[in-house]
């Protein structure tokens, strides 16, 4: 089975700064796709940002980024101009296009926003 | 409209106890998962549906019984409910095909005491 590591439980940074999170993975898949959600203290799951293997080019939505490192397996998520709002568990995903196309989670990284 | 609805929202009841907690999506996806969040907050998949078939069952109690009677729903029946059984359970939809994300219910905070 594919394995999710998320080396950070804790994170911090100032309103306005740059946070990159970062995630690593493990998989003998060429294909997959790659996620981050956010789940803030309301409890509900929020899609932040998605990234296809077989693209090169890093995704990009607003102020999330992502660097994905395909041969390191490697998929970090850049926060910028962070806000109070962004304070969140932070998880990253592999979703395997095999049997069940399932998610496997990482053990999520709390992020704290400093005002 | 509410995209992936699951009721309960939070769910207290007594060991031994029977519950049900019911799933409902109205984005046409064909399939739908049931994961379990523990206290440490980590997300491990239980039950996965295509189009009412079950795909994927991950070593979970018997007592836990996914029904999916249309491709739309999907509902988790727990017997006996034990103290280890407490946690956020969340139903999630996503298209079969490989572009789909995951959309989430607002999960089912269960609490057995």
């Known amino acids: 089975a594919q394995t999710v590591t998320q080396s950070q439980p804790e994170m911090s940074v100032q309103e306005a700064e740059t946070v990159t999170l970062s995630c690593t993975y493990d998989t003998s898949e060429s294909d997959y796709y790659l996620f981050w959600y956010k789940q803030p203290p309301s409890r509900q799951m929020i899609l932040v940002i998605r990234?296809?293997?077989?693209?090169?080019q890093n995704a990009t939505e607003n102020r999330f980024s992502v660097n994905f490192q395909k041969a390191a397996k490697s998929f970090s998520l850049k926060i910028s101009d962070s806000q109070l709002g962004d304070a969140a568990m932070y998880f990253c995903a592999y979703r395997t296009l095999n049997t069940g196309n399932q998610f496997y989670f990482g053990t999520g990284t709390s992020l704290t926003v400093i005002p | 409209d509410t995209a992936v609805s699951q009721t309960p929202k939070y769910l207290v009841t007594q060991m031994g106890n029977d519950k049900s907690i019911k799933c409902e999506q109205n984005l046409g996806h064909d399939t739908m998962y049931w994961y379990k969040q523990d206290s440490k907050k980590f997300l491990k998949i239980m039950f996965s549906y295509n189009n009412k078939e079950l795909i994927i069952n991950e070593t979970v109690p018997n007592r836990f019984s996914p029904k999916s009677p249309d491709k739309a729903h999907l509902n988790l029946h727990i017997n006996s409910l034990e103290l280890g059984d407490s946690a956020v359970y969340f139903c999630?939809?996503?298209?079969?095909?490989?572009?789909?994300?995951?959309?989430f219910g607002s999960g089912t905070r269960l609490t057995v005491v």
């Open positions: 990234q296809e293997a077989y693209k090169q």
């Open positions: 999630a939809s996503s298209p079969w095909s490989r572009a789909g994300g995951y959309t």
